[in-house]
């Protein structure tokens, strides 16, 4: 389906406009990392005690959160889970022990006499197993990226493969400077979604690389530069159409997916806006970079000679 046809947008000729845009949301995501310092982990990577809460009748947060915080747990972090009887009730490794279950348990009975509850669920995380996850999770985005490097250079050339890398790195650090910014916690599923939103962009930026490795043989007098704005035109129908609908699916788990894939329904939201800004305004753009320099180089090495 083409809901765009015959496109003739000067994208190539405003990419130092969408290169800037990106290093300024760089920048606002690292001002906000080392402002928070680093990066919110969750229970996953730090360690600590998940506690699942169910009550009779409704509750509200804010006295779940006063009763916890009067027990000792101060720092714990209280989220509605699946309506307004179920809390979610995290508490870091130094705030908690291994009877902590049991003491939000006197504590809730004392706090919510008249409120019968029952705890569905306790999951403790070692700190030594979170450091190990927090280790794997790194490294499969790397392996990941590699992995990427090896197939773009096999099926294009290396100068695709490095537009496709740092257009993908791109994705990443700014979906992880807008969970800085609000402040979201970043777990499994979040690293997960980080995964899947390399990806997509990469889905993405492959649909244009094809588009310019015909026209480069189609077009062979023109530019690099109109070649490349050419290809992105030509697939702009394709790219809006899967962005909009893969958005869509996302929205909808976000909003009534639950507190348990929020993170990861909304780092997902994040990553296909951004992953499709970047196959148009940072993979493609590097391309032309990439041949004015070694073009100009070319020139000079037949002066020289």
Request: aromatic share 10%; no cysteine; charged share 20%.
């Amino acid at each position: 389906m083409r809901i765009i046809k015959d496109t003739n947008i000067d994208f190539t000729g405003k990419r130092k406009i969408g290169i800037s845009f990106s290093l300024l949301l760089i920048l606002i995501g690292f001002i906000s990392l080392i402002a928070h310092g680093g990066p919110r982990l969750g229970i996953d990577f730090i360690g600590g005690t998940l506690v699942q809460v169910r009550f009779a009748n409704p509750v509200s947060s804010i006295d779940v959160r006063s009763a916890v915080s009067s027990a000792g747990y101060a720092g714990a972090v209280i989220q509605q889970f699946g309506g307004d009887r179920e809390v979610l009730i995290r508490i870091l490794e130094e705030e908690g022990a291994a009877e902590a279950s049991g003491n939000l348990s006197q504590t809730l009975a004392e706090g919510f006499v008249d409120n019968p509850f029952e705890i569905r669920k306790v999951v403790r995380v070692g700190p030594k197993i979170g450091e190990e996850l927090r280790g794997k999770a790194v490294l499969a985005i790397l392996a990941a990226m590699f992995g990427i490097v090896i197939y773009i250079t096999f099926r294009f050339e290396f100068k695709f493969a490095v537009g496709a890398l740092i257009a993908l790195a791109h994705d990443v650090i700014i979906t992880l400077g807008i969970f800085s910014i609000l402040d979201i916690e970043i777990n499994l599923s979040v690293i997960a979604a980080f995964l899947t939103i390399v990806g997509y962009s990469l889905n993405d930026t492959i649909v244009v690389y094809d588009r310019i490795r015909e026209n480069v043989k189609s077009m062979r007098r023109e530019s690099y530069e109109i070649i490349v704005n050419t290809s992105i035109n030509n697939s702009l129908s394709r790219t809006i159409v899967t962005s909009i609908t893969t958005f869509m699916v996302v929205f909808t788990l976000y909003l009534i997916g639950g507190e348990v894939i929020s993170g990861f329904s909304f780092a997902m939201m994040v990553g296909v806006v951004v992953g499709t800004y970047s196959s148009i305004f940072i993979a493609s753009p590097i391309l032309i970079e990439w041949q004015a320099r070694a073009a100009a180089k070319k020139r000079a090495s037949l002066t020289s000679s």
